[in-house]
Protein backbone atom coordinates (compact mmCIF):
# COMPACT_ATOMS: atom_id res chain seq x y z
CA UNK A 1 0.00 0.00 0.00
CA UNK A 2 1.23 3.26 -1.00
CA UNK A 3 1.58 6.51 1.66
CA UNK A 4 -1.47 9.06 0.60
CA UNK A 5 0.55 12.28 -1.35
CA UNK A 6 1.74 14.79 0.72
CA UNK A 7 0.70 18.94 0.02
CA UNK A 8 3.09 21.91 0.17
CA UNK A 9 2.76 20.98 3.94
CA UNK A 10 3.93 17.83 3.81
CA UNK A 11 0.88 16.69 5.19
CA UNK A 12 -1.71 14.43 3.86
CA UNK A 13 -4.37 16.07 2.31
CA UNK A 14 -6.67 14.20 4.95
CA UNK A 15 -4.72 14.65 8.22
CA UNK A 16 -5.92 15.14 11.44
CA UNK A 17 -4.68 17.82 13.59
CA UNK A 18 -2.23 17.03 16.44
CA UNK A 19 -4.66 18.17 18.72
CA UNK A 20 -7.61 16.13 17.49
CA UNK A 21 -5.46 13.07 17.83
CA UNK A 22 -4.50 13.88 21.18
CA UNK A 23 -7.98 14.59 22.24
CA UNK A 24 -9.04 10.87 20.21
CA UNK A 25 -6.56 9.21 22.06
CA UNK A 26 -7.11 10.46 26.12
CA UNK A 27 -10.76 11.69 26.40
CA UNK A 28 -10.64 12.67 29.21
CA UNK A 29 -7.79 14.70 29.17
CA UNK A 30 -9.46 18.85 28.09
CA UNK A 31 -6.96 19.66 25.10
CA UNK A 32 -7.04 23.15 24.21
CA UNK A 33 -4.76 24.39 21.38
CA UNK A 34 -3.41 28.10 21.36
CA UNK A 35 -0.14 29.83 20.84
CA UNK A 36 1.01 27.95 17.83
CA UNK A 37 1.19 30.86 15.16
CA UNK A 38 3.82 32.89 16.91
CA UNK A 39 7.35 32.81 18.46
CA UNK A 40 7.20 32.31 21.96
CA UNK A 41 8.45 36.00 23.15
CA UNK A 42 5.21 37.28 21.93
CA UNK A 43 3.62 34.43 23.24
CA UNK A 44 3.80 36.28 26.84
CA UNK A 45 4.42 39.38 25.80
CA UNK A 46 2.29 40.13 22.78
CA UNK A 47 3.26 43.97 22.80
CA UNK A 48 6.41 43.04 21.15
CA UNK A 49 4.64 43.21 18.01
CA UNK A 50 3.31 46.72 17.08
CA UNK A 51 -0.43 47.16 16.60
CA UNK A 52 -3.29 44.78 16.75
CA UNK A 53 -3.35 41.17 16.40
CA UNK A 54 -5.28 37.85 17.39
CA UNK A 55 -4.65 34.49 19.37
CA UNK A 56 -6.42 31.84 18.67
CA UNK A 57 -8.10 28.98 20.73
CA UNK A 58 -9.87 26.17 20.06
CA UNK A 59 -10.90 22.93 22.26
CA UNK A 60 -14.08 20.73 22.96
CA UNK A 61 -14.07 22.03 27.06
CA UNK A 62 -15.89 25.15 27.45
CA UNK A 63 -14.24 25.71 30.81
CA UNK A 64 -10.83 24.63 29.91
CA UNK A 65 -11.16 27.10 26.84
CA UNK A 66 -11.92 29.66 29.70
CA UNK A 67 -8.94 28.96 31.88
CA UNK A 68 -6.48 29.39 28.73
CA UNK A 69 -7.70 32.64 28.44
CA UNK A 70 -7.31 33.48 31.81
CA UNK A 71 -3.58 32.48 31.01
CA UNK A 72 -3.43 34.30 27.74
CA UNK A 73 -4.67 37.70 29.40
CA UNK A 74 -2.53 37.45 32.18
CA UNK A 75 0.21 37.82 29.59
CA UNK A 76 -1.02 40.45 28.42
CA UNK A 77 -3.86 39.75 24.97
CA UNK A 78 -6.67 41.76 24.93
CA UNK A 79 -9.77 39.62 25.62
CA UNK A 80 -10.74 41.19 22.71
CA UNK A 81 -7.91 39.83 20.62
CA UNK A 82 -8.63 35.90 22.00
CA UNK A 83 -10.78 34.33 19.27
CA UNK A 84 -12.72 30.98 19.99
CA UNK A 85 -12.34 29.29 16.75
CA UNK A 86 -14.25 26.26 18.68
CA UNK A 87 -13.75 22.72 18.48
CA UNK A 88 -10.39 20.86 18.62
CA UNK A 89 -10.97 20.03 15.06
CA UNK A 90 -10.90 24.02 14.31
CA UNK A 91 -6.80 23.57 15.66
CA UNK A 92 -5.80 22.83 12.05
CA UNK A 93 -7.05 26.09 10.35
CA UNK A 94 -4.51 28.69 12.60
CA UNK A 95 -1.18 26.89 10.77
Known sequence: MRPPPLNLLGLAPLARPPGWCQQRAF???KVVKTLNTMPCLVMV???R???EHD???CGED???KKQVTELLLSF???EDAVLDLGGI???RAPK
Open 55 to 57: VFV
Open 45 to 47: EPS
Open 89 to 91: QSA
Open 62 to 64: AEA
Open 76 to 78: GWP
Open 49 to 51: VAG
Open 27 to 29: PEV
